[in-house]
């Protein structure tokens, strides 16, 4: 009786002494405006796709750049191209929920906009084949924080990220005319704000096959937005590297929370230890 007494004891004291588990964090209603990092850093945010015409082209760009930006996807479109939501999530690329079909959501009454954003969030995940996908970002068609929209996008788990450069790309205006305001409005932190869908993004696109080998050029290296209530654990999204599978320049891997790019054939060298076959692209 007394060992068991004396047992019991133990356990209330180890028990009363541990310390409690963290907990986990969770986003909150702020709104990003800048980088994760600091520096001569960009994040290049595209909205309103995917859209075939632009999409792959774009994913190619920034592939061969070894960039990744935020794909802030529309439920309706997601639902419409399962393969390029895909092949995002496969190069590694964090998704951001923008509503389900581009509207106001601050005219909306709470419960519309908390409806409009889990079947957004279901339309990307279904799209996606992954039921679990962690879609970390939000954004509010036209910037429209209000009505309390970034508390409710917070308690679904996204960080609502805004902009601070934006070409007008929505204009009409042809590339040269993009990539002078571009030009004049980056600046290191800078969230960039573009459009791969919604109409003709051919502009866009050709924009920044000039610009990002210029940025690269001036020092300008590549970030995601910050988040809020962080720092969150790695969500990769990206296929985990495999001892025994080969692999191919470009092929995108993650391994202990970081995601890397192969700059070449490779089949047995892992990713951490062999930054002369894998390039680095941070942490997921």
């Known amino acids: 009786m007394l ?6 004891t133990l356990a209330l004291l180890v028990a009363a002494t541990a310390p409690a588990a963290a ?7 702020e709104v990003v405006y800048t980088t994760r990092s600091t520096g001569k850093v960009l994040a290049l945010t595209f909205d309103d796709g995917p859209a075939p ?9 920034l592939r061969e750049n070894r960039i990744r930006a935020v794909f802030c996807l529309m439920g309706s479109t997601a639902a419409q191209a399962p393969d390029l939501v895909k092949r995002i999530v496969a190069d590694g690329h964090p998704l951001c929920n923008h509503s389900y079909a581009h509207e106001d959501l601050s005219a909306l009454t709470p419960a519309q906009v908390r409806a409009n954003l889990t079947a957004t969030d279901a339309a990307i995940r279904q799209a996606a084949g992954n ?6 970002y939000f954004r509010a068609p036209f910037g429209s924080w209000g ?22 790309d929505w204009d009409g205006s042809a590339a040269p005319v993009l990539v002078e305001r571009l030009t004049a409005q980056v600046y290191p932190t800078a969230v960039v704000l573009s459009h791969d ?3 003709d993004r051919h502009p866009t696109l050709a924009a920044y096959q000039q610009l990002i080998p210029r940025w690269k050029a001036e020092g300008y290296s590549f970030d995601l937005p ?9 969500a990769c999204t990206s296929p985990v590297w495999q001892k025994n599978s080969t692999y191919v320049a470009g092929n995108r891997v993650s391994q ?13 060298e892992r990713p951490s230890a062999a930054p002369w076959t894998w390039t680095s692209l941070g942490a997921c």
């Open 131 to 136: 039921p679990t996908l962690p879609i970390p």
């Open 197 to 199: 869908g919604g109409g």
């Open 23 to 29: 907990a986990a964090p969770t986003p909150t209603g």
């Open 3 to 8: 060992k068991r007494l004396t047992l019991v």
């Open 226 to 234: 910050a988040v809020t209530g962080g720092p969150y654990p790695p």
């Open 53 to 61: 015409e632009i999409t792959p082209a774009l994913l190619d760009l």
């Open 147 to 168: 009505n309390g929209v970034t508390d409710i996008a917070a308690s679904l788990g996204h960080s609502s990220v805004a902009w601070t450069v934006d070409p007008r």
């Open 256 to 268: 202990d929370g970081k995601l890397y790019q192969a700059n070449w054939w490779t089949r047995s």
